[in-house]
């Protein structure tokens, strides 16, 4: 069952000649881009910096609404874990809020069950419910990520969105992050869309990866036909940049 279509995307934006003050024709960030996912899908999303990947998922998950193209959803609203866990979360408020907060405003719930709500998700993170009352810096850095995660399942998504989500860790914290990313997919039947920079770590999560080139999708399909196989110049130096192709 596909849970996200995407056709013919476009985003822009207006650049500005200081000089003259004058407005110039719109930058294009993301030109065409056209794919869809599936239920349980591990999508990887790989290209270098500036070439659209972030654009693209703050898209998918309504942050940026501009756009030509359709965008469609079968079933709950994507959700997104940002690579920096610290900054993702308010200091000022508790990790029990910044759960809580998502079934708060839908004012369809009661507390209690919120809570019990919150209290089932840290478990299947990983976390200890005694968290729920701290905050942000009394937690370490896989902690708060593990909360980033549990946050953006409060609302039972069918597709996260994860743009760097462990390249702020350090190796052993992403091994931990990593399992648990995989585990959480296969009791949830989540998709993921794995936005990274570092091709290792696609190679572990994706069942599939796309390589993004100034806002193109230029090349598609299966993880082992990617790193293996790869048709586009592009994506070979991707995987030599990288140094995984001689690991493979």
Known sequence: MKLLEIEDLKVGFETEAFLFRKKQKD???????TFSMEENQVLGLVGESGCGKSTLAKVIVGMNQTYQGQVQY???KPQMVFQDPYNSLNPSKTIGFTLTEPLRV?????QAEIRKKAFSIL?????????FDRYPHQLSGGQ???????????????????????????????AQIIKLLLQIRQERNLAMLFISHDLRVVYQMCDQVMIMEQGKIIEMGDTQTIFYN??????????EAS??????
């Open 230 to 239: 790869p048709k586009e110049a592009y994506t070979k130096k991707l995987l």
């Open 144 to 174: 708060r990520q593990r909360v980033c995660i549990a946050e953006a399942l409060m609302t039972d998504p069918k597709l996260l969105v994860l743009d760097e989500a462990v390249s702020a860790l350090d190796v052993t914290v992403q």
């Open 243 to 248: 140094g995984i192709a001689d690991e493979i």
């Open 106 to 110: 839908q004012k369809k719930w009661k």
């Open 27 to 33: 930058k294009e960030v993301l030109k065409g881009v």
């Open 74 to 76: 079968h079933g709950t």
């Open 123 to 131: 478990e299947s993170v990983g976390l200890d419910e005694k968290l």
